[in-house]
């Protein structure tokens, strides 16, 4: 569906993932790599190139999705962030993708000559919104087994946090430290089978932990 819809606009390369917390390894999880990100035909080592890429730290400081640019030169690989990317060089459009509890991924197209226009940009986040979604409910779709009940404490926590809350206002309200917030996260990911917190608000959802 992804590669049909972006073809006509010019996008060849695809990359999914989810977001981590960690402001130094924004990316949680690799869904999806393809393409010739690299524009000789070799194989892209997702872990290395992707975690490596500027692109994708940027992602974790904006809020609406945003075209870039790649060359190459001499001394290697330049990425820039550009209103209207054009000329020599891979370009392409990265989708921020948000939840309750904030940013869970994103999405980037790229190739060699694609279209950037208003219209083409729109239609281009809703199609990154939804391979996105359908992406994560394939490869961490929630396991009821142990989408089994919270402990009150732990359901207090998540039930802020699934209202925006920060973890600092969490621990003032619970009277806790921010540490012991992140504890109970880290168990409640644990205990839910997920990796990142976004996840778990979603599937305390669904499994009737906590209230939409």
């Known amino acids: 569906m992804v590669r049909d819809f972006s073809a006509p606009m010019g996008y060849d390369r695809f990359l999914i993932f989810s977001a981590s917390a960690n402001a130094e390894d924004p990316i949680d999880r690799i869904y999806w790599v393809e393409g010739d990100w690299f524009e000789d035909g070799s194989f892209v080592d997702a872990d290395a190139y992707v975690r490596r890429c500027p692109v994708n730290r940027h992602v974790t400081e904006v809020r609406e999705p945003f075209f870039w640019t790649k060359t190459r030169d001499s001394e290697g690989e330049r990425y820039r962030i550009a209103r209207h990317p054009r000329g020599r060089g891979v370009h392409g459009l990265q989708v921020p993708v948000f939840g309750p509890a904030g940013l869970e991924g ?3 197209f790229g190739g060699l000559r694609i279209d950037t226009s208003f219209h083409t940009q729109l239609a281009m986040e809703i199609i990154a919104r939804a391979a996105f979604v359908a992406m994560r409910a394939r490869l961490e779709g929630p396991n009821k087994a142990v989408a089994t009940a919270l402990t009150d404490r732990e359901r207090q926590v998540l039930t802020w946090i699934a209202v925006g809350r920060r973890h600092v206002e969490i621990a003032g309200t619970l ?16 205990r839910l089978g997920v990796t990142t917190t976004a996840q ?8 009737g932990e906590i209230l939409q």
């Open 106 to 108: 994103a999405i980037s």
């Open 175 to 190: 009277g806790l430290s921010e540490r012991t917030i992140e504890n109970h996260l880290r168990r409640i990911r644990k």
């Open 200 to 207: 778990a608000v979603h599937v305390a959802i669904r499994a």
